[in-house]
T-cell receptor
């Protein structure tokens, strides 16, 4: 069964600083990988996804993520954060088996932005 | 841009009561899902639904839960006899294929 680890529960960065949120997954092959963002009291918004091909994927709101097979990682990055980026970020994996399309989420990283 | 919608946004119920959470998936999507998020915890898969039947369910999805697609647009989650521990945010999601899932805004369920 697949699993996801987000080792950082809470990260605080200054507005304008760079950001990297870590995600490691466990799965027998290369899964589909996703980052979702959840603002307080809101639903889950897809930031970006990796299925295959170029290992550096671009998403919305200036985010990008890099898939590293050797490290089983899919870290999320942003060169310069904005106050509106404060939210909870979830990494998720989906197995490639037909009939097993469920998403398995990490525990999330809460991002706080300070002025 | 098409969105997944969910109703109600909030529901308060007494323990032992039945609740039905409703979702309208994106219209050309074929796969439907329910997830839940207990306050402060991660999002957990409950059930997936394809071709008018459950394709996978988690161990959380016991006999108290059921899903239905009663017509061409709605997808419902029924909890037959709610327990205190069912209090959570319930998210519906849909996808066109076995790829990107789009989530609704959620229904916050509080069981008293």
């Amino acid at each position: 069964a697949q699993s996801v680890t987000q080792p950082d529960i809470h990260i605080t960065v200054s507005e304008g600083a760079s950001l990297e949120l870590r995600c490691n997954y466990s799965y027998g092959a290369t899964p589909y990988l996703f980052w979702y963002v959840q603002s307080p009291g809101q639903g889950l918004q897809l930031l970006l996804k990796y299925f295959s091909g170029d290992t550096l994927v671009q998403g919305i709101k200036g985010f990008e993520a890099e898939f590293k097979r050797s490290q089983s990682s899919f870290n999320l990055r942003k060169p310069s954060v904005h106050w509106s980026d404060a939210a909870e970020y979830f990494c998720a994996v989906e197995a490639l088996d037909f009939g097993n399309e469920k998403l398995t989420f990490g525990t999330g990283t809460r991002l706080t932005i300070i002025p | 841009e098409p969105e997944v919608t969910q109703t109600p946004s909030h529901q308060v119920t007494q323990m032992g009561q039945e609740v039905i959470l409703r979702c309208v998936p994106i219209s050309n999507h074929l796969y439907f899902y329910w997830y839940r998020q207990i306050l402060g915890q991660k999002v957990e898969f409950l059930v997936s639904f394809y071709n008018n039947e459950i394709s996978e369910k988690s161990e959380i999805f016991d006999d108290q839960f059921s899903v239905e697609r009663p017509d061409g647009s709605n997808f419902t989650l029924k909890i037959r006899s709610t327990k205190l521990e069912d209090s959570a945010m319930y998210f519906c999601a849909s996808s066109r294929g076995s790829e990107t899932q789009y989530f609704g805004p959620g229904t916050r369920l509080l069981v008293l």
